[in-house]
Structures are given as structure tokens and as C-alpha cells.
């Protein structure tokens, strides 16, 4: 006799998470009005360079220091629905999780990162289409780096943000392709 296989977590990712996993303030990593804070802001594109309006980031950073403590207890909770108010709007808290809009947009209100190195944004994209979720980097300058000079000029820049000379200061533009020609360099963690 045979079984039909389960659908695995994998097979599940579809449309529902665009209401299931953000949370207010998730694009405020760095507290409102802090004055080192950057914005790390772009699209992402699918194969046919249409922008994808219901993906999801996730991002993970060191904190200016250079340490990854994060900062535990900073999300707060409705105490009767049990539902996400937000964050406490004091911590840094390293890690970040964005929609993008029906443009495809995304933007993050982050510190500069302080790990050794050059300074990057890890970044976990979530969108239809993908059974599994890509990582990449979001590097805020270009130089010597091990996973940079590892690639090709063309396939490198796709890992650097650039500053964007039309928004405010501090302000860098990396948009995320999933396909085609300049496909953002994706990692595989083994």
C-alpha cells in the first residue's frame, strides 16, 4: 500500500504569511529618532524583473559594537490578546523583519553594523514561488571581504548596498533579484 508524502514546511509557504509574520515597528531595529541611525532600502524583483509585493525580510546584524546579544525582552504584548504591540523603542535589538509594499519596496531603520570586516546586514528573503527561503548579504561598503572576493565584479555587486544620492544621508539602496540576469548571490549554509 502505498502513502501519499505530507506536505512539509517547505511545501506550506505560500500567501498566508504576509499576515501571520509582521509585526508593528518590525522595520525599526535602531530606536525612533536615534542619531547614528541608516536606512537600508530597494525592491525585490522576480525573474521577469516585476516587483514581488508580498515578500517578506528578515535581517539580522551586529550592533555598532560589534556584539550580537540582541536585546531579549524588547518586543512587547498585548496582555489580553496576546498579539504584538511593538517594540519597547529603547533597544537596538538586532534583527528586523519587513513586508515589502505593493511596489515591492522595503525599507529598514537600522544602526551601522560593527561586525569585523567589512560592515553587512544579513538578509533571509520569504516570497511565493521559493519553497525554501534565500540568504544573502546586504554589505554597506565594497573591499577586501572573503565572500566578495570570492565572486566575479558583476556577481560581487549585487551584494553591495549602494548610498542612494536621491533620499536622505546614511541612506543605501540594495535591491534583491531572484532571478534572471543580475540575480543577487545567494548562500547556502551547510
Known amino acids: ?42 525592491r525585490v524583483y522576480d525573474g521577469e524583473g516585476a516587483p514581488v509585493p508580498d515578500a517578506i525580510l528578515e535581517f539580522w546584524q551586529a550592533a555598532p559594537d560589534g556584539s550580537l546579544t540582541g536585546a531579549p525582552g524588547s518586543m512587547r504584548r498585548d496582555p489580553v ?55 544573502t548579504r546586504a554589505y554597506l561598503r565594497d573591499g577586501s571581504d572573503a565572500l566578495l572576493d570570492s565572486l566575479p565584479a558583476a556577481r560581487r555587486a549585487t551584494l553591495v548596498a549602494r548610498p542612494d544620492e536621491n533620499a536622505a544621508p546614511r541612506t543605501y539602496r540594495f535591491d534583491i533579484r531572484l532571478q534572471g540576469e543580475d540575480e543577487t548571490v545567494f548562500l547556502e549554509f551547510t
Open 81 to 135: 490578546t496576546g498579539g504584538h504591540l511593538g517594540r519597547n523603542g529603547t533597544d537596538f535589538t538586532g534583527f528586523g523583519r519587513v513586508a515589502t509594499d505593493a511596489d515591492g519596496h522595503y525599507a529598514l531603520h537600522t544602526l551601522p553594523p560593527g561586525n569585523a570586516g567589512l560592515p553587512y546586514i544579513s538578509v533571509c528573503v520569504f516570497a511565493r514561488g521559493l519553497l525554501h527561503h534565500l540568504f
Open 1 to 42: 500500500m502505498s502513502q501519499t508524502p505530507l506536505p512539509t514546511p517547505s511545501h506550506t509557504v505560500g500567501p498566508f504569511y504576509g499576515y501571520a509574520l509582521p509585526f508593528p515597528e518590525g522595520e525599526r531595529i535602531a530606536p525612533k529618532g536615534h542619531p547614528g541611525q541608516i536606512v537600508l532600502h530597494g
